[in-house]
Each structure stands twice: as structure tokens, then as C-alpha cells.
């Protein structure tokens, strides 16, 4: 496991898209004036979430859906319950109030599609095959996360008085912002797309999904660089318990998500992919959704949490660890 552990950590630090965020990261350390335009960032944005979710709906409609059904409703069960379990946690032993737990937790049963776009890059730099449509677990694990934190939340505001429950409590908007937001929308419409376009579509639209990828995500993860280094500052007003639960709880969901991908049949690629999945903390769907449904939350605490902690140490070193888990698990199969 040490020498797949090193092989692995070698292939993804020395990798394009990392050291991109790495230079983006220093850029911001030393006060560089490189920032990227908000609507370019935007851009890259739908692009990377339009091109994995149409190769992902490719993928399933060449392998047919008898052999997606099972694995992708584990992972949407997968992203409800690490929200459910990461509350309390967050609760009563980080002593956070209720709705900075529930935001939280709801980030993390969520996931974080750039951290997913940068597993799957290192498992082409080894050559490791993977299931493609593992591109729908993205689809389906950010919804469930996000409804059933924001369940929790209001549930415990509902108990601490009336005065407490300041959220919007309409069902709808809830679910309208989990379903709708962005990020689900177009992984979910793309993913239905490719499905229905099959092999021959992904073949007319390959010079612009997929030659142009890696660049793109690329010049994506040095913009996140920069964000994230213009909020390291952050780390001193966030307090130490959550800069250990933004490391420790990532390897315990990995650790999951490799138990759970070998169980429904995943392959070594597939596993590692659903294991990234669980380790993942989203920075785009889950803020919106909070900001809209438990505005007492503090937005320091859950992006700080997922953007500078958790983001920064699946991209570099949790992603290599996560594939010498499941590859000790599985066998190497």
C-alpha cells in the first residue's frame, strides 16, 4: 500500500491541474494581482460541469441502466446519511451552534465536482480504468446532502423557539434550490443528454468536450487557487477542531465510499471515484442553498471548511490515499 501510496502521490502533485492550484494559491500568498474575471470563472464552471455529466450519461447509455441502478442509489444514499451522522458530530463534540452544524454537514454529505473532475484526470495519468457513468453519483449525492441538512437545521431551530426559526420555511424553495441550483441542473441535464445522444453524439461534440478538458480544468483549479489563498486567513478565526474536521472526516467518508463502491461492485477506478465522492465537500450547490434556507449560519465556518481545509488537501494529497485504500481493499481489481 506504501509503494501505490507514493506512486500515487507522485502522479497527482506533479500534475498539471494541481500545480496550477498550487500556483494560484502562492499568486494570492504573495498579493499577486491575477484574479479571473467572474464571468470566465463562470465559464469554466458550466463547462466542466457540461462535459462530465454528457460523458456520464454517454457512459450509461452504452452500459445500460441494470448496472447503474444499484450503485448510483448507494451513493445518493451515501450523501444523505454523511450529512445526517456529520451533524452531531459537529454539534456536540465542536460545540457549534445548530445551524453552523447543519451548514456544515450539509456541505459535506454534498460534493464537490472539481475535486471528482481531478480524480478522475489522475486515474488517467495511471492508466486506471474506471466506470464512466460514475459521473451520475455526482448528479445524485448533492441533492439528498443539502435537503436533509437543511431538514436538520430547521428541526433543531424549531426546538431552541419560534425566534430561532428565521429560515425560509417553504418545502419548495428547499427543494427548488437543492434540484434546480445550478451545479444539479446542468450535471443532471447534461447526463440526460449524453444519454439520449449515445456514442455518435459524444463523437460530434468531442473536439469541444473533451480535447479542450484537461486545459480547462487547468485554468479552472488556478482560479480556485487564488480563492483559496485570499481565505487562508480565515483559518485562524475558524479554530482548530475544524481544521482537524476538515481533514479526519474526509478520510473516514473515503474510507466508506471505498467499503461501499467494492460492495455494489465497483472496480478499482470506480471505487476510488465514489470514495473522492464521499471525501468531497461542496463549495458551489451547498452555499447557495444554505445561504437561502439557514441564513444564520456563519459562511466563514462552511466555506472555509470545504474551500481552504478539505478542498486543498483531496486535490493534493487525499485523492492519492484514497486510491491505495481501495486499491489494499480490492485487491487491485
Not at 43 to 52: E, N, P, R, V
Not at 165 to 178: K, N, R
Request: glycine residues 10%.
Amino acid at each position: 500500500m506504501s509503494s501505490d501510496l507514493l506512486q500515487g502521490l507522485q502522479a497527482n502533485l506533479l500534475s498539471p491541474p494541481v500545480l496550477f492550484f498550487v500556483l494560484g494559491l502562492l499568486a494570492a500568498v504573495v498579493r499577486s494581482e491575477l484574479r479571473f474575471p467572474e464571468a470566465l470563472y463562470v465559464s469554466l464552471t458550466i463547462y466542466l460541469l457540461c462535459a462530465i455529466g454528457f460523458k456520464g450519461g454517454v457512459e450509461i447509455s452504452e452500459v445500460g441502466l441494470s448496472q447503474v441502478w444499484l450503485p448510483t442509489l448507494a451513493a445518493m444514499a451515501l450523501g444523505g446519511m454523511i450529512s445526517l451522522w456529520t451533524y452531531p458530530v459537529l454539534r456536540f463534540i465542536g460545540r457549534l451552534p445548530s445551524a453552523d452544524a447543519a451548514a456544515i454537514a450539509g456541505h459535506y454529505g454534498s460534493v464537490s465536482a472539481v475535486t471528482f473532475i481531478t480524480a478522475t484526470n489522475f486515474l488517467k495519468v495511471l492508466a486506471q480504468p474506471y466506470e464512466g457513468y460514475t459521473a451520475a453519483f455526482l448528479a445524485v449525492m448533492e441533492a439528498p446532502a443539502i435537503i436533509v441538512a437543511i431538514v436538520v437545521g430547521k428541526m433543531a431551530l424549531r426546538r431552541q423557539g419560534p425566534a430561532r426559526a428565521t429560515a425560509d420555511d417553504s418545502l419548495g424553495s428547499v427543494l427548488h434550490e437543492a434540484l434546480l441550483g445550478r451545479s444539479v441542473f446542468l450535471l443532471v441535464g447534461t447526463l440526460l443528454t449524453g444519454f439520449l445522444c449515445g456514442k455518435r453524439g459524444m463523437d460530434s461534440v468531442a473536439g469541444f468536450l473533451v480535447t479542450p478538458f484537461q486545459g480547462v480544468l487547468a485554468l479552472f483549479l488556478l482560479e480556485l487557487g487564488t480563492v483559496a489563498g485570499r481565505r487562508l486567513n480565515d483559518l485562524r478565526k475558524v479554530g482548530p477542531f475544524l481544521v482537524v474536521f476538515g481533514i479526519v472526516m474526509p478520510l473516514l467518508h473515503g474510507t466508506l465510499g471505498v467499503l461501499l463502491g467494492h460492495a455494489v461492485g465497483l472496480s478499482l477506478g470506480g471505487t476510488t471515484l465514489l470514495a473522492v465522492l464521499a471525501a468531497s465537500a461542496s463549495y458551489i450547490a451547498a452555499p447557495a442553498a444554505m445561504r437561502l434556507s439557514l441564513p444564520d449560519a456563519n459562511p466563514t465556518l462552511y466555506l472555509t471548511a470545504a474551500l481552504v481545509i478539505t478542498f486543498p488537501f483531496n486535490v493534493t494529497l487525499g485523492i492519492p490515499i484514497y486510491y491505495a485504500i481501495a486499491k489494499w481493499w480490492t485487491g487491485g481489481h
